[in-house]
């Protein structure tokens, strides 16, 4: 199932293809990145579901072998045949899901796996792109408002933060004052 999007990836990454190709060789990798997101969520799902049936198919046997056992205290041979019939049945299902559970879980943990290493490789090949005019220009002028005593939004995580504190400080105390008048 995954194979495809691995070879995609690989395929981006070993390529040497001029720069001109390296921003459609990245879109493809985030693409492949966004198809593996979409697998990994299925397969949880899936695995969500089969656990389900399990504890479903648990309950039935344990139901059946207690009709068994009821049947067999009060001497009714054809029930308690009957009960024993349905709990082999069940005992199997429960026996295939269980497999099946363990199976998805090993299938996932792979996923995953894949999901990391795609996701790592996108971000080096994203670091190594080299950059567009537009995000050139865009750095000078950054860089230049910085010079000039700016700060660019997002980069100070802290002072962000705290501005963010500091307002919602100041409209929890308008909001008291309104409290108070009210």
Known sequence: MFDRLRAALRAALDAATPPANVR????????????????????????????????????RLADAERRGRLAGEIQDKDTAAV????????????????RKVAAGRDELALAERDLAEMRADLRRAEAERPATEAERSAERAWREIERTGGVRPGLDVELDRAAREAEADQQLRELKQRLKKE
Not at 26 to 51: H, W
């Open 24 to 59: 459609d060789l990245t879109r493809e990798m985030r693409e492949a990145v966004i198809e593996m997101k979409a697998a990994v969520a299925e397969l949880r799902d899936t695995l969500v579901r089969t656990g389900d049936e399990l504890a479903a198919e648990r309950r």
């Open 83 to 98: 009960a024993a019939r349905f709990a082999a049945k069940h005992r199997a299902r429960a026996s295939v899901l269980e």
